[in-house]
């Protein structure tokens, strides 16, 4: 064994070995044997811990090599850390100040040491408890539309974006976790699926309906084939940390090259999820102005996403895609606005289609979400997940014929009322 | 100077050179110092060598570190022999016979040792000749369906998929090429364009049609993101020779991960360029045999591709996409047709925006098709390339709107009878 050979940090080790490197010793200050080292991992593939000493404080996050949450029986290499970290170089410089800022990366180690957030909360708990965060939708539409646009071919150079591309395709094992997890496994009796017993009925329903089945793999087909943008590849409510104030995209371990439309489903879908679950979360009184809220969030983040997308494309459309030679320089400026809206159409349609299947994995799957986890009544908890898995099957098998998220979101408040249910479907 | 280092081969030094290697020596046979070595490259980027010995004969084709079409003045670098020698065993192993076989590959010098194709010629010689060639279509029908299939997440696996991925994104430059020749610069007054000076109306009109150009730049764009399969890349008739009882694909060195849709895209529209120049080509008398004989191949490649690609779909989709854990494994047959369905559609739709800017680029821009090139009457060529050009503009902005190459060909013989196109718009 080498130096250089991984091993796992503890809280006890970590003073010691990071206590050497001047990026890390600098930032905390003071002897490292004095640092305050807490481990606050939650997640399913890596060991977090928080250092604190006399001048300041970061986060050292480590990967495992193999998923947490089943233990050592599904190994995951540890060049997942090196993805992380390539993909918040780029993340913070297509979009300054979303992400954590990176002060040292270890690739035998598979650690990244990053800025602490505090007093910053997991966005998925905050509206879990009900808070109403007043920059999340501003700050993700920006978010999205800076990383993707930034990230594609209407903005690199054509070589640059190749390269790029091939340094994330090896990004195999956690790309297949996505494809078999996310797209496949929740439409038939996969093995490490579960879902709450009430919904067996409804289960049988989705998982016989064809044409829902189809529509998931051609989801998948372009998830696979489509390698538009780096895109964050787990952009969902559990990645994103918070306060009123402020707002940070983490964990992109599994960045790729993949279809922008990705990031936007899958973070809408969430926001979905968390209106569908809200009548679980009633204990301390109505969640009438959340529901009203996070479909507002829903409306105003793909708002501002478009509009961020479409000033990037008049002012930064720098690639080989849709050149200013063929559009503004022949005054044509209203063909390149045709053509954005082509694109965005695009994106439109196949964000619907992302945000339906990622429903339908958080409750069919294997990966549930807190959102409706932590509703303790099960008969209620059905309930809520009825009406989420109806909605995503409807958005993703008619997401061709749908014109606005206006006409969505009343069709997700009917039904989270509970009127668009057969009759006598769930108990 | 290391040994290693490239150097051009002649036909005086191929033989002291390549007599050393006993993959070649053995093909050839005899002493090396009698073999009668050719030079034989008629191309754009590369020598070809036809060496024949005692006992038989191969080709040694080797790039050069420029386009030979341009001079020095225009590098391209050689490694793009090493994408053509990988692309050659790749489709050699996906639609066996099809291609060359190949007997040696050298990367520092840039060259591949292969079958001599005897007495084969260039299919687009044979198809200007008015040579009614009985295979074609069936055999680039098949070779079509068998290497965009096998080459895609519909058979590979996913992990090798993605490995091949990133070893064909550095064949930048020849993307490039293509990037920037067929999708940009037919579309505006790029300085190496070239065209009929008898065109300069319709020339004037299509870089006006904001349509056109929109989904031109929508064709790029799938081009650039859609990383399906493993594209040939430069599928047009000079990329075929021919016997009449033999057809092989050369020429890969355009090979890259595209939609499968570039490729036969690229194919029908050399085969409706051909047929837009046979009245060209009647001083020997009517052509109108071969013009229906090139219709029906179109219709019969477009059918053979459609066929032999739904019997893999049935028998050899071992790919992560539209796995038969979802559809056959669930007594759903069905709903793999209806996918296959589907995906076959996808294909169509952007097969027709291919061909469509192929056909402009090869009239509007840098690199011209003998079919036009060789009618001599300018006037008359100018008349059949205006039809061409009508036509791609139809089959491009209209593709959505069209259900059957039998439609589309009715389109073809009515332009190509010159009742398609504005009275006295050419002269």
């Known amino acids: 064994m080498t130096d250089d050979a991984f091993q796992a940090l503890t809280v006890e080790t970590l003073p010691r070995r990071l206590g050497a490197v001047a990026a890390v010793a600098e930032k905390v200050g003071g002897a490292p044997q004095g640092w305050k080292v807490r481990e606050v991992g939650d997640g399913n593939l890596n060991l977090v811990f928080i250092v604190e000493g006399e001048t300041g404080s970061l986060v050292i996050k480590q990967a495992l090599p193999y998923v947490r949450l089943v233990g050592d029986s599904w190994p995951l290499p540890l060049k997942r850390s090196f993805f992380e970290y390539h993909a918040l170089t780029r993340q913070e410089a297509r979009a300054p100040g979303a992400v954590p800022k990176v002060f040292h990366f270890d690739e035998a180690q598979a ?7 505090s007093p910053h909360i997991i966005l998925r708990r905050a509206l879990i408890q009900g808070q109403e965060l007043p920059r999340i939708a501003r700050d993700l539409g920006l978010f999205m539309a800076r990383t993707l646009f930034r990230g594609s071919d209407l903005c690199m150079k054509a070589r640059e974006r190749k390269a790029d591309l091939a340094l994330f395709a090896d990004n195999v094992e956690l790309c297949d976790i996505t494809e078999n997890l996310v797209f496949t496994d929740p439409y038939f009796g996969a093995p490490m699926n579960r879902h709450t017993p009430q919904l067996d009925p409804l289960v049988a329903e989705l998982r016989a309906d064809r044409d829902l089945r189809v529509e998931a793999q051609r989801m998948k087909h372009l998830f696979a084939a489509n390698a538009e943008t780096l ?101 044509d400026t209203l063909g390149a606005e045709q053509a954005l809206g082509h694109v965005l159409h695009g994106v439109w349609e196949d964000m619907l289609g992302f945000a339906g299947v990622e429903i339908h994995r958080r409750i069919l799957g294997l990966a549930h979400n807190a959102d409706f986890e932590d509703i303790e009544d099960v008969a209620l908890r059905a309930q809520c997940e009825a009406a989420a898995l109806r909605f995503g099957r409807h958005i993703a098998v008619n997401r061709r014929h749908v014109t606005s998220l206006g006409e969505i979101n009343q069709l997700a408040q009917l039904l989270d009322e509970g009127r668009g249910a057969p009759a006598g479907r769930l108990s």
């Open 111 to 117: 650690l990244i040491a990053m800025e602490y957030l």
């Open 231 to 331: 895109v964050h590849g787990d952009l969902h409510t559990g990645s994103v940390m918070v306060t009123a104030q402020d707002t940070r995209v983490i964990d992109p371990e599994f960045a790729f090259y993949g279809p922008m439309a990705f990031d936007v489903g899958m973070l809408l879908a969430n926001f979905w999820m968390a209106f569908f679950a809200q009548r679980g979360h009633e204990t301390g009184g109505s969640r009438a102005g959340m529901r009203a809220y996070l479909l507002n969030v829903i409306e105003e983040t793909w708002r501002v996403f478009r509009e961020e997308f479409s000033a990037l494309w008049r002012t930064e459309r720098t690639g080989m895609l849709y050149h200013r030679s063929l559009y503004e320089e022949q005054n």
